[in-house]
C-alpha cells in the first residue's frame, strides 16, 4: 500500500518512543517515524516499528542517510514492516533515491550539495516529494543563524527554499515544507504556514502536536475563497478558452488555482 495524500499537517515522532505513535497518527495526517537525528536509541527505534505498527498509508520512516551504516540495518528492518515509504535525510542525488526502490522517497534538501543536486533528485521515478531542512543546511554551510531578527529566513534559506518547490513542482511531486521550530510561538508559525499555502507547499512538517492545528487551519481556505473557487469551475464547464469572472480573466493558470482551493474546501467530495 503506497501513502495516501490524506492532507497537509505531517508530525515527526521519535521511532523509539512507541508509546507516543498512536497519539501521534490521532493528531497528524501523516507521522514520520524518525530512525535519524529524533531517536535517542536506534536499536531501540528499528524494534518499535516492528512492535509498534501504525497504518502505512499515513506512516513515513525517516531512515538514516546514505553515507550512515545505521542505513542498511534501518533497511533491514523496513523490509519486515508494511511500510513502503522512506524519508531520506541529507539526499544529495538521483542514485541515493533510486538505490531504494522500490520504496517511494520523500527526500530532504539539507546540504549545499543537495541543494544544486535536487533537480535531478527530484526526477527520480521513486521520488514521492521533496522537502528542505533549514537547521542542518545552515550547519553544514557553518552558518549562525538562518533567519532575520524579524523572523524571515535569510536569503540562502530562500533559495534553497524555492529552489526545492520548484524541483517538485517541475516533476510533479509532492512539496514539503520545513519545520518551524519555535513550538512556543504559534503566531509566527502561522505566518510561515500562510506563505507556503501562498507559494504552493503542499505540506507543512510539524515537530509537536500543538503545530498541528495551526498547519491545518492555514491550509483551509474561507469561505468566500471556496465559493470563489467553485464558481468559476463551473464557469469553466460552459466556457471555452480564457473568460471574465468578477472581473478577473480566467486562464488555465487561474483554473489551476481554483482547483488547488476547491480541493483544501473542507466540501470538496
Known sequence: MGLATTGPAWLFCPADRPERFEKAAAAADV????????????????????????DPARTVVRINPG???????????????????????KCESAAQVTALAPLEVVLIVETPL???????????????GVMWGAEDLFGFLGGTNN????????????????????????????ALDSVYIDIRN?????????????????????????QV??????????PEQARWAREVL??????????????????????????????LAPDNG
Request: proline letters at 6%.
Open 31 to 54: 507521522v514520520i517515524l524518525d530512525l535519524e537525528d529524533g531517536a535517542g536509541d536506534k536499536p531501540a527505534a528499528r524494534e518499535a516499528l516492528l512492535s509498534t505498527p501504525l
Open 67 to 89: 553515507d550512515s551504516p545505521e542505513q542498511k540495518l534501518d533497511l533491514d528492518v523496513l523490509s519486515q514492516t508494511a511500510y513502503t515509504t522512506v524519508m531520506l535525510p
Open 114 to 128: 543537495g541543494a544544486l543536486k535536487v533537480d535531478e533528485a527530484a526526477a527520480a521515478a521513486n521520488t514521492w
Open 147 to 174: 533567519r532575520f531578527p524579524d523572523d524571515s529566513y535569510r536569503d540562502v534559506a530562500k533559495y534553497v527554499r524555492s529552489r526545492s518547490l520548484l524541483a517538485a513542482k517541475s516533476f510533479g511531486k509532492q
Open 186 to 210: 504559534l503566531d509566527g508559525l502561522r505566518a510561515e504556514v500562510d506563505d507556503a499555502v501562498a507559494v504552493g507547499f503542499d505540506i507543512k512538517v510539524a515537530i509537536h502536536p500543538s
Open 213 to 222: 492545528a495551526v498547519i491545518r487551519e492555514g491550509y483551509m481556505p474561507t
Open 234 to 263: 463551473a464557469a469553466a464547464d460552459t466556457q471555452p478558452g480564457a473568460f471574465a469572472f468578477e472581473g478577473m480573466m480566467v486562464d488555465a493558470p487561474v483554473l489551476r488555482r481554483a482547483e488547488r482551493i476547491a480541493a
